[in-house]
């Protein structure tokens, strides 16, 4: 099918079957907070090393239907201390919320956006800055990603530390508006000087409905126009940069379709990819569809066009949730491609083993006499898990 038609088939079915979207909050008075609103500009530090920490499928709000339970109470109060004994041992410089911070079925249209100050407030309380993309869950009935955004833009004490960012060129649907790009910089260097790495969030939409033909679980591929732009335009900004994009991360909550094959291929067959490989298959975006052949084709061919370019060289790793049982990072030769898992970081939603959060410290080559490698890359990767009880697994150098 020809990439366009998929396009405006997403379009037809936009209008046709977009479910009734939840009411935004009122946002309360800007007088009532006397917080800052400015975010300041995202750097290395003077070591040059920017370490993020990835809270994945944290499932606030779970009950039994829309019974009150007290193990739904006693889960969220364990995932904060998940998210608290993994900001204290790391102290990252950013955290991502990586889809799934609330389980919006069991979600009261009155108050289900009160969940989401529960599920920020360790990282809030740490004064850690943040972004957060939206998960399948993250949209029902009673929520919506719309919803849960205002929700943290009203936030007084998220002010200066909110760095989740809303496109509405960048999608047919509001709810899959949340395609942004962060620009993370050089401790030392001035304003106008480029930024060395780039975090790019996608929305991968979907949502727990009744009728399965209204799970869009793919990245609009309207998507694509807009990361060739955003790359465009950055280029104009930098002209430093010349024709390349800084190293890229890629965030998006429902793993990308190439990650199928490459864990038929490559990880359930190949132990030297450390990690958990429990949900095989996993569940990759598109495959909800009746009718549609991996409709995110269209932002994957722009995300590898653009962003990681031939060989691979501009993206560092696209990293996913949704699948709990799987934490994995591994590199596919055929799509020369990193794709992670994040761990599981919520006592919500399904899975039982030992909770955590995926890190990744990003070293910047060059600063304190680490030198340059000869592959000409300015940075170098490793990633981990980083568990509850404060043990460190499966550490590996992944660009
Ligand atoms: C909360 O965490 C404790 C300690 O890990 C565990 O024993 C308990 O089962 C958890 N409670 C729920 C409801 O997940
Ligand atoms: C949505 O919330 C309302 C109350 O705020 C509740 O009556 C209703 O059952 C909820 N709907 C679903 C599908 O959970
Ligand atoms: C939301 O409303 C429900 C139903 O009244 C109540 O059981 C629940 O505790 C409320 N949640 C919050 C976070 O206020
Ligand atoms: C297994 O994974 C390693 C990378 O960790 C790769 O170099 C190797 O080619 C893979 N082997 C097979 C049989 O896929
Ligand atoms: C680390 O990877 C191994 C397999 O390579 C797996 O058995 C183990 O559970 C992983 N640890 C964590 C915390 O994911
Ligand atoms: C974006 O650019 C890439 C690389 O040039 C190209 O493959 C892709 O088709 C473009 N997508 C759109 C929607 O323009």
Not at 207 to 215: P, R, V
Not at 239 to 262: E, N, Q, R, Y
Not at 388 to 399: Q, W
Request: aromatic content about 10%; hydrophobic content about 35%; some cysteine.
């Amino acid at each position: 099918m020809l990439l366009s038609s998929v396009a405006l088939i997403g379009l037809f079915l936009g209008v046709q079957a977009l479910p009734r979207q939840a009411p935004l909050p009122s946002t309360p008075s800007k007088a009532a907070c006397h917080r800052s609103d400015a975010l300041k500009r995202l750097t290395f530090d003077q070591d040059g090393k920017f370490k993020l920490a990835v809270f994945s499928d944290l499932h606030y709000g779970e009950r039994d239907g829309l019974d009150w339970v007290q193990w739904g109470e006693d889960q969220d109060v364990n995932s904060t201390r998940v998210m608290d004994n993994v900001l204290n041992s790391e102290s990252p410089d950013f955290v991502v919320f990586n889809g799934d911070l609330v389980t919006g079925e069991n979600l009261f249209l009155s108050n289900g956006t009160s969940y989401l100050p529960r599920a920020l407030s360790s990282t809030i309380s740490h004064s850690t800055p943040f972004a957060s993309i939206y998960g399948n869950h993250d949209r029902s009935t009673n929520i919506s990603h719309s919803a849960l955004y205002a929700a943290e833009k009203s936030l007084c004490s998220a002010r200066g530390l909110s760095y989740t960012l809303r496109n509405p060129s960048s999608a047919d649907d509001e709810d899959g508006q949340f395609n942004y790009v962060l620009e993370v910089f050089s401790h030392r260097k001035k304003e106008q000087q480029a930024p060395e790495l780039l975090l790019w969030m996608f929305d991968s939409r979907s949502g727990i409905f009744d009728d399965a033909s209204m799970y869009w679980d793919w990245v609009d591929p309207k998507a694509a126009e807009w990361i060739n732009s955003t790359s465009s335009s950055i280029l104009r900004r930098y002209p430093s940069l010349g024709k390349t994009l800084p190293p890229s991360l890629i965030f998006v909550h429902i793993p990308p379709s190439v990650a199928l094959p490459l864990q038929a291929s490559e990880v359930s067959n190949n132990a030297s990819y450390p990690g958990i490989n429990d949900d095989d298959p996993l569940d990759p975006q598109g495959q909800h569809h009746p009718e549609l052949q991996r409709p995110d084709q269209v932002w994957w061919e722009a995300v590898k066009g653009t962003i990681a370019r031939e060989g691979g060289e501009g993206l560092i790793a696209s990293v996913s949730g949704h699948d709990h049982g799987n934490d994995w990072c591994a590199r596919s030769s055929s799509v020369e491609t990193t794709i992670c898992f994040a761990r599981h970081s919520g006592y919500g939603g399904y899975g039982s083993r030992p909770r955590g959060s995926r890190i990744f410290e990003i070293s910047q080559l060059g600063a304190k006499g680490r030198s340059a490698r000869s592959s000409g890359r300015s940075l170098e990767v490793e990633s981990w898990i980083r568990l509850e009880d404060g043990a460190v697994a499966n550490l590996t150098g992944i660009y």
